[in-house]
């Protein structure tokens, strides 16, 4: 600590003496002799914290102010179309609305289908695949696979033969 103190002390009566380049050289000195200065790793962690939780705060807000000016301009813009257009406007405005409010409904409802289906689907794949894996519904799989393959060999064999009747003899009734 008290190296750069006496270094500083060599700069200064140097430049008192009028020593230019002697000085620059110990004005050098004394830089070279201080403590370098570094952040703590806590000072860094909270330094960081802070300016994403400003950049958080921000986005929210311009968000919010977005959104509000949107919904004010839409208040506007249906309060001005009311009074423009008067009693038929306002039931043009009316019917527009509620048009509006019965496709929302209907958009929400058929999502909300399709996440059941899509949902009963999931399920009954993850059964399915939950037999594929136990031991005992892979054999069984394999022994369907074998009975289908004699099947559909017995067939191509039975259409090849000929088809012919030996004296059908008399229908019973």
């Known amino acids: 600590m008290g190296q750069w103190r006496t270094r500083t002390e060599d700069w200064l009566s140097r430049e008192q003496q009028g020593l230019d380049d002697a000085a620059d050289e110990a004005f050098a000195h004394v830089f070279a002799a201080l403590p370098p200065v570094e952040p703590s790793a806590d000072f860094l ?4 914290g802070a300016a ?3 950049h958080r705060r921000r986005r929210r807000m311009v968000v919010a102010a ?27 405005l009316t019917r527009a609305a509620a048009a509006v409010t019965g496709s929302a409904v209907s958009l929400l409802m058929t999502a909300t289908t399709a996440v059941e289906w899509w949902s009963a689907t999931a399920r009954a794949g993850s059964l399915v695949a939950s037999v594929v894996v136990m031991p005992q519904g892979a054999a069984m799989l394999v022994a369907i696979a074998f009975v289908g393959a004699a099947a559909l060999y017995s067939l191509r064999r039975l259409l090849r033969a000929e088809l012919a009747f030996r004296n059908p003899g008399p229908l019973c009734v």
């Open 45 to 48: 962690q909270r330094a960081v």
């Open 52 to 54: 994403c939780l400003a």
């Open 66 to 92: 977005g959104l509000a000016a949107s919904v004010g301009m839409a208040a506007i813009a249906g309060a001005v179309a009311y009074s423009v257009l008067g009693l038929a406007g306002g039931w043009l």
